[in-house]
């Protein structure tokens, strides 16, 4: 079996992927839990090996770990993690040194683990030109050309971060639940927070994905991920599909290529 990880500034996902007989590529167990950058090896290891033994997968079981970073300051407890309870290598994505996906933006060093995952992800599932769309502590977009290569991308504030930075600087307004408010014209506080923060991301999404199709030709397909992607998908006719397991179906493609990127 393979452990593909993806570490987000807000949220850790774990993935457990089936690797060989017919099953092989088949995403069996997965899990998230809150980012803690002051985290030990010995502390991801407690939290991966409670997560196993209620999934009721063995520790021996995982022969690979893989991972999607953003995060370096947990580089060092997720190779210790693998090296010492898994017995293994840590496998970091690099979008500059992995070669399943040409990427033909100006630093492709800059680019994102979690971006470039996504994006193989994404293509291997749903084909090109592609747009993902992920809904994190940033939201950014992520086009894909018709031949497969990774143009660039538009990063905009997470929702949580925006609505968050709202809250604490306007001592009148209040925290209200992430739901879209039966109108755009909001009667009271709530529902006006709702109108904004709901519709105006949907409007963000929207405008930016027409901006992006247009640049990259064709018909592409828009798919969301990322915890609040079902969100603003559900109130969005540009979206084709949500799918939250995308950066981990990407580990998986990158994993099983030809000449995968080993250990930094």
Known sequence: MLLAVEIGNTNLKFGIFETEGAAAGTLVHSWRTVTNRQQTADELAALVDGMLRIDGVPRSGIRRVVVASVVPPLYRAIAGMAQRYFGCRAEFLSAARQSLMPVKTKRPEELGADLIAGAIGGARKYGTPLIVVGYGTATTFAAVNAAGEYVGTSIAPGIEVSVDALIERAAKLMDVPLVAPSAAIGTDTRESLQSGIILGFVGQAEYLI?????????????????????????????????????VLDGLYAWAQSDVPARAL
Do not use: F, M, W
């Open 210 to 246: 027409g901006l992006i199709a247009r640049e990259l030709g064709g018909q592409p397909t828009v798919v969301a991920t990322g915890g609040l992607a079902e969100l603003v998908a559900t109130n969005s006719k540009r979206i084709d599909h949500v799918d939250e397991r995308l």
